[in-house]
Nanobody
Framework: QVQLVESGGGLVQTGGSLRLSCVAS???????????MGWYRQPPEKERELVSL???????RYADSVKDRFIISRDNTKNTVYLQMNSLKPEDTAVYYC?????????????WGQGTQVTVSS
């Protein structure tokens, strides 16, 4: 089982920046041979949506709504994925969830973080 611990959320003004971090741990993750990490978010009264994913080779993918404003990165030595959020807008307000999909013990598994609140004031 993988544990995901998120940090970096908070309250910020329109146009400001935040940096989210997510640290993965657990023996299953440590044994994995491949993993994709990323972020989803759930705005108030809306469904969870993809924000960004980063492949094992660090190839990024972004939702159109955040492209050119957010930057995803990873540090494999620290088992950590980051989301640098710039030029934040009120519509970015949501609970942000870390996500990992990994291959271990000859099967694919997935885990979610507990979520961290991001609030952008107008």
């Amino acid at each position: 089982q993988v544990q995901l611990v998120e940090s970096g959320g908070g309250l910020v003004q329109t146009g400001g920046s935040l940096r989210l971090s997510c640290v993965a741990s657990g023996s299953a993750f440590s044994r994995s041979t491949s993993n994709t990490m990323g972020w989803y978010r759930q705005p108030p009264e809306k469904e969870r949506e993809l924000v960004s994913l980063i492949s094992p080779s660090s190839s990024p993918r972004y939702a159109d709504s955040v492209k050119d404003r957010f930057i995803i990165s990873r540090d494999n030595t620290k088992n950590t994925v980051y989301l640098q959020m710039n030029s934040l807008k009120p519509e970015d307000t949501a609970v942000y969830y870390c996500y990992v999909r990994y291959f271990t013990d000859n099967e694919w598994r997935a885990s979610w973080g507990q979520g961290t609140q991001v609030t952008v004031s107008s």
